[in-house]
C-alpha cells in the first residue's frame, strides 16, 4: 500500500464510503500482505524488481532440476529476465521444458533468458589472470550482459608476465568498473587498481593446488590489497561481481 | 611526457632544431624519469592525484612520526590534501609541528589537512552495527568527507533490534552507495543489502570475543552474504571503505 | 536397584528371609548390573528413556546396515519409538525387512518407527534461511514430530529480503521455542531472536560455497550473535536441535 | 500506535474531527517512530523488556565509562534493573556515581542493579570444570540471578575425576536446566548430559595453554558432543548462557 | 565404603543391632561422601595418590596466590609431596609463607615440595632441539624427579646439525622411555625414535616466530612423525609428558 | 663392523697380514655399508628388528599392490612377521601371491604374516568411544597382537553414558597400558584415565561430521586433556597406538 | 623497439622521409605491441625463453585437452622444448596427436618434448622422504633433466632411519643444489640442509593422513626448518622446484 | 679424524709403533668426539665453517643476553665472523662489554662482528614492498653483506604503483639473484620474478591487519606464486633469506 493509496482510503473513511472497521481491516492487510509467492520449498519475491532494479536470481546450488524450473516459471511469467546460476545440464532440460527460450551457458553453467533491461552507461572491464579462471570470469560477463551492460574481456593476464596487463591500459582506463577475476596468489587485483581511478571488483577462484586452499590464498591477496580500490567478494563468485559492476555501472 | 609534448619534440627534430642523439637522449630520459620522490625509506606518489583521482594516503602502521611528517610534507606542498591512517598521537604532533592546518581525528585515529576536491554526486550512508564498531565507522566517514563527499551517519542499528535499521529505510534509500561496518557476526550488511538498489560495501570489524576470532566471523558473514550487493574490505579496513564509496559516488 | 528394592532387600536379611553373603552377592551384583545390551559393535541403552525421556537414537553415519537394523531391533522390541538420522536407503531398506511399521523419510534422510509418547507443552517454530537448507531442517522436524511435538515450519525466509521473516511475527511468537536453520552467513538467527522472547536454537548448515568453509562462516555467524537468547549445534545437526527443542517444549 | 490507537484515530477521521492530511501525516509518523532512545554513539531499547521479557544488557567491552553510564542511566530510569558484562573497576565507578544502589560483582566483572522481576520456576544448576573457569561461571550465576533465577553452583567437577561430578547428581537431576562451564577439552557438557534429561549449555572458555588456542579445542568439543541435549554459546560466553537458562526456566 | 566395611553393616542389620533405615541412611550417605576437600573454588581430591599412584598436582595457570597457598596445605598435611607448575614468583611466595620446605624452580617455573617417593626403574632421557626450549625441557624434569626418577638431560642436540644427536646414542639407548622437546619444526622425535627402541615422548613448544603459529608446526611435525614410537602431548606441556615417562619408568 | 671385527682387523695389520691401504679400503667401506635392501623405489631396513625391537612395518597408503607385495617378500623371506597397513583388497591379493600365510583382516585393512615374538608382560586394554570407532580401534588391535600382546576390547563406551565405561573399570584397573579410541569430542581418554594409573594412549578418529572437521575436534580434546596420563598420536593412526602399547607392555 | 630502431627512426624523421604524425603512430604502436600469441583463452608467451633463460611451461591443471595441445602447438613450432604439467591421459594424447616426438611421464604427470638446451654446471642431488611422495619427486626431476641438468635420485632417505640418508653424504656434497621432497612431517630438509653448503629447496607434499592435513605439516615443517639454506615452494609443486634448481645449476 | 690421520696411524700399527689396544681406543676416541663446544644449555659448533661455508649464526629469540654473550665468545674467538639476529638492546650491551668491534644494527635487530670472508661473485637485487617491511629487509642486507656480498636495495616498491618496480628494472636483470621482502598481499615477487631469470627469494612480513593474519596472507601468496622461480622462507626470516642469497651468490 502506498501513500497514494492509503490518502484515497482515508477520503472514503472521511466520505463515509467506507466505514472504519473495513478500513482497520484493510490497513492490516496491508500490513500483513507478503510480497513475494510462496512455493512451499521457496518465496519467490516479485517485488524485488522494484526494490532492487533487478529481479530475483536462482542460485542452483542444493535445488532439485524440478524446484529451478518452477521457480524459473514464477519468475518469467511476470515478463522478467531469468538467471539460474551454478547449474548443470539437468537443471537446463527442466528450464528449457518450460521456458521456450532459456538458453544454457555450459561454460559459465548458467541459464538465462533475456529480456529489455535499462543498459547501464559505460562499459565494464573484466580481466582474468589464467586460462582455468575462465568458467568464472564468464558467470561474471553473463551476469553482467543480462543486467544490461557491455563486458570487455582481457583474459590471462596473470602478474608474473606483468607486460601482458599493461597492454591493456587504455581498455582499462575507459571503463566505469573493473571486476578482476583471480586465483592462485589473486595479486591482479592490485596491479590493475594501481593502473585505473575505479573500483575494482575482486573475484578470488578456487584455482590452484596445495597451499591454496581452494582460494583461501587469493581470497586474503586480495583482502590485504596494498591498493584502495579494490573490494572483494566471495570465493567464485563471479555472478555476485557482475551484479555489483552492474549497479555501479547503473549509476 | 605526454602525447603532445612528444608531438613538439618531433616536430624539432623534423624542422633541424635538435639534433637525433639529443632527441633519444630526452626520449631515454622520460622513460626513465620517476613520477614519485624517493626519501629512501619511501617513495611519494606525485602522479597519483592524476592518474586516480585522489593523492596518495599514508598508511601510518608501521611507520615513525618522523617518516610520517617528513611524507606528509612532501605531499601537501604539492597543494594536496593529506589523509594519515592509524595515527597516533605522536605522529600527529608531528605532522602538526610540519604543517599548519593538519587536524587530529582522535576517535578515527586519522591526521587531516583538507583541501578543495570535487565534490561526489550524491550522499553516502554509514551503518555500523554496534558502538564499539564507531573508531571504524569514523575512519571511512573522515576518508570520505576529506575526499568530498556527504555522509550520513546510522549508527548502532545491528539486526538483533531490526527496528532500528528499518527505522532508516528513507535515508538509505536515498543514498548513492552505502557502508555498512559491523564486527560479531556481521550479518547487518545482508540485511541492509536487502533494502536498497545500490552497491553495499561491508567493513568487518575486530570487534567481539570468543569465536569471532578478531574478525573472522564477521569478514565469513559478509563474503556468504546471501545478498547479491555486497563485496567487502578488510578487516577494520574504514578507510579503504571511505575511498570506494567515494569514488562510486563520483561516477 | 532403585530405593524401595534395597528397602526390601534389607527389611530380608534384617528378618533373617536372607543371609548377609547373598545380600552381599546382591548388591554388588546391581553395582555391576550393566543398563545396556552388548551387542559386540555395540551397547544398546535400556535405560536411556528412563533417565532422559526418550530412547537411544541412532546415528547411522559409519554404522552398516546390517548393525543399524540389529540396534533397531533391540530398540523397537522393548516398545520404544525409533529414530536413525543420517541414513540411506540401503539402511532403511535393512531395517524395514526385520520391523514392519518402519518409515523412511527419503528429504531427511531418517527412518523412525512411531509410538505414543507425552505431547510437548506449545509448539516449537521452525525457520530455514534457504531452500537448500531444507534437509537439516527437515531431520530437525522429523525428530521433533517422533517425540511428540507441533512443528510449524517457515521456509525460505532468508534476511536478504527480511520482509519475509518480519510477515510470520505471529507464528514466531506463539512459539514456546524456535529452530532457527541457516547456511552461509548464518544471520537468521539473530534476527529471529530479537522478534520473540524464547529461546533460539541455531543450526549452521553446510549450504554455500567459498569462503562459507562447509558450514564454519555460518557456525561462527551464529556463535558470535549479537542476540543473547541464542545456542548453537554443531553444522548440519537437526536432530539434536529437534531433540533441545523438544526437550524444552516439554518442561 | 496499537490498534486501539488506530481505530480512534480512524473514527476521528470519518466524524471529521480530522482532516485526512493530518491523519496521514500521524499514520506515516507512527511508522517513523522510533522505540529507542538515540544517544548518537548508541540506540537504547526501550521496548525490549515487552518484547523480550528482560530490559537491554549492556555489553561493555569496547564502550567507554562515560558511554556506560549515560546508557545505564536511560536503562535504570524507567524502573528497570541493569546489568553491565565485561566491565572493569572504571566502568564501576562512573555507573555508581549516576546510580546508588549499583552493585560491581569484581569476580565476574559485572555491574548490577536489582529490581524486582518474575521469578523462574525451578533451580539452574551451573557446573564448571575447574578453578580457573569461575569467572565466567559466575559471569552466568550473576546474570541468572538478576533475572530472578535460583543457581546452583557445582565449581571444579572437571571429568578427569569422575566422581566429583557423580557426587551431585541428585543436584543435577531436580534441576531445570544446566548450564556447564569448561575450558581445556571442554569434555564436561558430554558426561553431565548423559545424567539428566533437561536441556544442557554448554559454555566453552579460554582457559588452557597451546593446542587450546583461546578456547577452540573447548567449543569444538562441546559442538561434537555425541550427547543430543547440549547447545552451545561462544567462547566465554557466561552472559548468554544465563540468559538464556533463564528463558527456559521460565517457561 | 569398602566391601569389608558394607559386610559389617549388614551383619548389623541381620542382628537387628540397626534398622533398616537407618541403614539405608548409611548405604545412601556412603554413595554420596565426596572422596576430595571442597574448597569451594576447587576440590582437592586425596584418593589419587592412591587411585593414581602419585597426588593431585596444581596448575598454577589462572589460580591466584592464595588459592595455590591453600590447595598446597591441603596436599602437603597429608604427607604427599608437592608440584605446582605454571607458578610465577608471587605464587611461590604464597605457598613458602605457609610450607617451609618448599622450593621454587624459577627457570621452570615449578614449586615442589619433596617427599620420599616410590623409585622409577630406569633413567629417563630427556633431549631438547634448542636453547629456548630449555623452561619446557626442565618442566619435564623437575617433574619426573619429584616423582622419582633418574633424568638425563640433553640439551642444544637439533636435527640441522645431525651428528650432535648422534654423539648421545649410547645414552638413549640405555633409557628406559625418551622424552623428546621440540619447537621450530618439531623433527628431532622422529630423529631420536629412529635411534631407540623404547617409548617416545614429545613435547612441541612455542618457540619460533612466523609461520610456527605458537607450536603448532611443532606440534604437526611431531604427529607426523614417521616413526611408529611417537606420542604427543600439548604445546608446552613439560609437566604431562614427565608424568607419562614417569608412569612408563615405574611400570 | 664391531669392536671385535675392528680388533681382528688391527691385529692383522699389526702382524703384517693386511697391508694398510687394504685396511684403510676395509674400514672405510664398513663406513660405507648400508644396513638396508634398495629396491629403487624403497629402501627395506634389515637392521630394524636388531634396533627397534621389531621389523619395518609397511605404510600401504600410496604404494601400489606390486611395491607392496616386493617389500613384504624382502621382509618375510628373512623369518621377519609382516604388518601392512592401510591396506586394500588389492594389495592383499598381491601380497598373498607371493607370501602363502598371508591373512587380509578386512575391517582393519591390514595384511599379516604372524611369527613367532616375544610376548609382553601383562594385558592392554582397548576402548573405544562408538560403533563407527571400530576400523580404527582393530588396527590397533590387530598390530598390537602380531607384535605378542594380549589385547582386551572394551567398545562402544563412550562418555554420553558414562555407566558404560564405568562397568570395565576392573578390567582398565588390571591393564598395563591402555588404548582409546575416539572420534567426535574425543572425551574418553579424559575420563579412562582419572580411572587408572597406568599411561593412556590416545587415538583421535575422523569419525563425526560438520565442526569434527575430520578429527580435529578429537585431537584437540585429547591434546587438552586434563588428565596428566595422557599422551596422543595421529588422527586415525590405530597402528603407531599399537605399536607404542606393546613398547610399553615388553618393558 | 630497441634503442638502434629508435635512433633509425629519428633519423629518418629529421631526414623528413617520414612525417612526424607517421612517427608518433610508430612509436605509439610499438608500447601497444604484445609479446605473445593470443589464443582468446590464453596468452601463450614468446618472449619468455628470451626473457627468463627458459620458454614458458603449461599448468595442465583446469586445461581442456584441447587448450593444451593448442598451446602446446605455439610453445613448439618456435623450436623450443614443451613441458605441460598436472597432465592427464587425455591430454597426452591431443598433444601427441599434433607433436610427434612428445613423450608422456606416465608417474610424473608431465608430457615433454625435448629440444637442445644449455646445460647446467654440475649435479642436483634429489631427495624423497618416502616411496609415496615419488610421483611429486619425478615431476622436479623431469622438470631439471628437461632443462639441461644432471639429476642424481635418492629415494626413500626418511630421517625415522637416520643412517639412510646419513649413507649418501658423498653424493650430496658434490651436488650445486638440492631438492629435497617430503610429506608427513617434513623433516628431512632440516636434516640435510645441516650435511651440505649449497641451496637446499624443500617441497612438503600431500603424503600423509589425519592431521598432516593435505601436506600443512610438512610445509609449516619446512618453513620452520632450525637450517638456514631451506627455501620452501608450494605443496606438491616438483616443477617449481625443478625450474628453481636449474636456475641455480645454471648460474 | 680425516683419512690422512687414519693413513698415519695404520702405518704406525703395521710398524709396530702403537699397539693395537691403544689404536683401537685411539679410533674410538675420534668417533665419539663431539665438533662442538657444549656449554650445558648450548652446544657451539665448531666445524660449521668448515662444513657449510659460515659459520654458527645465533637466533637471539628466547635466550638471555648472557646466553648469547657466552655462546658469541666461543664463536668470535676462532676468528670467526659474528651474528646475532632478533637481539634486543639488552643482548648488544652483553656482547659488547666481552667483544670490543661487536656492532648493533638497531633497525635490523642484529649483532655483528665482521670478519674477512670470501666474497659473492655478483650483487644480490633486495626489493621492499613497503615502509613498514624495512626491518626484515635491514636484516637480510645485514646478513648478506657479513656472508660477503653486494647487496642493491630498493626500497618501497609495491605493486599498487607498478611503475616504481619497473623503474627498477635494470638493476634486476644485473643482480645473481633476488631477494622480495613483501607483507599484506604479498604479491611483489611474482611480479618481480616475471622480469629477471634468476632465483627469487620470497620473505613474507606480518606487516598488516586484519585478514593478513600476522603474515599469513603474504606466505599464501608467496607459495602460490604463478611464477615458477619463487621459493620461500618463513615469515619475517630476512636472515634466511640473506643465507640463501649468499649461498647462490658464491656458486
Known sequence: ????????????????????SAAVEALS????????ADLGFAKVDHHRSIRQGFPEVVLGLGKTPDQIAKIAVQIVERGNPLLVTRADEAAA????????DAQYHEFARCITVTREVVRGKGTIALCSAGTADLPIAEEAAVTAELLGNTVERMYDVGVAGIHRVLAHRAQLESARVVIVVAGMEGALPSVVAGMVSVPVIGVPTSVGYGASFGGIAALLGMLNSCANSVSVVNIDNGYGAGCIASMINHL
Open 29 to 36: 492487510a496491508a500490513l500483513r500482505e507478503q510480497p513475494f
Open 93 to 100: 532440460i527442466a528450464v528449457k521444458r518450460v521456458i521456450d
Open 1 to 20: 500500500m502506498r501513500v497514494e493509496e492509503l490518502r484515497l482510503l482515508l477520503g472514503r473513511v472521511r466520505d463515509g464510503q467506507i466505514d472504519t
